[in-house]
């Protein structure tokens, strides 16, 4: 099975300008979560999405939004950018349903990231 | 609101000897922890796992302890080997609810000397 995939891998953009980031999950997941990691604060959950409905959102400013696709692809975007929004941005697939009756082997995978700098 | 932590950010162990990562949490709501390792520029991958139910899980040189009353976690890795050298996340989820959200720690690296 190929693993998660995100694209593009890097990106440098300026403040004030957007971007589209996105992530194609393992074939066959329905769960996609997006992850914000920077120096010093590990890895921050900005949202998750499971069958194209947005289930789970952290705690973010509105100007990250996401959506997913009926084939389960994600994207994510960040609007007007600022320098902080500079980091590793991390995409995560689950097999896992949502529902307490759900399997439990079913961690979430991730993809190798997009690096995002914001000059 | 730090719920998950990893008070030591870096540990340095010589090869073969064991290397152990500590991992405390606040929220009594967390149900299943897991523990990832991560290279640069590389995602995290999934290392070993525990429900709350258990104090104990092994998989090959990795085990990781749960104490429940203390809020604590631990993952022992015997031997160490050079290629364990990463950072190490910790993370939490709240299994029953209706979510895949996790709740990382900030990370440990580990350093293993040949």
């Known amino acids: 099975k190929a693993g998660v995939t995100q694209t593009p891998r890097y990106l440098i953009k300026t403040r004030g300008q957007q971007v589209t980031l996105s992530c194609s999950p393992i074939?066959?997941?329905?769960?996609v979560s997006w992850y914000q990691q920077t120096p010093g604060q590990g890895l921050q959950f900005l949202f998750e999405y499971f069958s194209e409905t947005q289930r789970n959102k952290g705690n973010f400013p509105g100007r990250f939004s996401g959506r997913q696709f009926s084939n389960s692809r994600s994207e994510m975007n960040v609007s007007t950018l600022e320098l902080g929004d500079s980091a590793l941005y991390l995409c995560?697939?689950?097999?896992?349903?949502?529902?307490?009756?759900?399997?439990?082997?079913?961690?979430?995978?991730f993809g190798p990231g997009t690096r995002l700098t914001v000059l | 609101d730090q719920q998950v932590k990893q008070n030591s950010p870096s540990l340095s162990v010589q090869e073969g000897r064991i290397s152990i990562l500590n991992c405390d949490y606040t929220?009594?709501?967390?149900?299943?922890f897991l523990w990832y390792k991560k290279y640069p520029a590389e995602g995290p991958t999934f290392l070993i796992s525990i429900s709350s139910i258990k104090d104990k899980n092994e998989d090959g040189r990795f085990t990781v302890f749960l104490n429940k009353s203390a809020k604590h976690l631990s993952l022992h890795i015997v031997p160490s080997q050079p290629g364990d050298s990463a950072v190490y996340f910790c993370a939490a989820r709240n299994y029953g609810g209706a979510t895949n959200k996790l709740i990382f720690g900030t990370g440990t690296l580990l350093a293993v000397q040949p």
């Open positions: 929220n009594s709501m967390f149900d299943y």
């Open positions: 074939s066959g997941h329905r769960s």
């Open positions: 995560a697939s689950s097999g896992r349903g949502l529902g307490i009756l759900q399997t439990i082997n079913n961690e979430q995978f």
